[in-house]
Nanobody
Framework: QVQLVESGGGLVQAGGSLTLSCAAS????????MAWFRQAPGKGREFAAA????????AYADSVKGRFTISRDNTKNTVVLQLSGLKPEDTAIYYC?????????????????????WGQGTQVTVSS
């Protein structure tokens, strides 16, 4: 049984930083593309960032590029999203996700349907 557990959310002022972590268990972590999505109040789930199995390749939504950094540690089965330069519009529940297919390309990483497992989410609130 694959489980993804996010942590690290909280309340932060605009311009501040946070680090989100996702701990994975129950599967061959290093064989799957990982990603972060987010869902703001009243809106659909949107892609934030994705990372390849090795960590060498990454992809970002235009709205977070240059401010967020995704990384992974395959020895610890964790994926991290570092958030900086936070804006009120970054307020959302942030979800960690694991791809359906092994070795899925990062180029297709923004499609939510390509992910099979999701965490329960962690709330990020940015005050102005």
């Amino acid at each position: 049984q694959v489980q993804l557990v996010e942590s690290g959310g909280g309340l932060v002022q605009a311009g501040g930083s946070l680090t989100l972590s996702c701990a994975a268990s129950g599967g061959a972590f290093s064989s799957y593309r990982m990603a972060w999505f987010r869902q703001a109040p009243g809106k659909g789930r949107e892609f934030a960032a994705a990372i390849s199995t090795s960590g060498r390749d990454t992809a970002y939504a235009d709205s977070v590029k240059g401010r967020f950094t995704i990384s992974r540690d395959n020895t610890k089965n964790t994926v991290v999203l570092q958030l900086s330069g936070l804006k009120p519009e970054d307020t959302a529940i942030y979800y960690c996700a694991r791809s359906r297919a092994r070795y899925a390309p990062v180029a297709a990483g923004s499609y939510a349907g390509s992910y099979e497992y999701w965490g329960q989410g962690t709330q990020v609130t940015v005050s102005s």
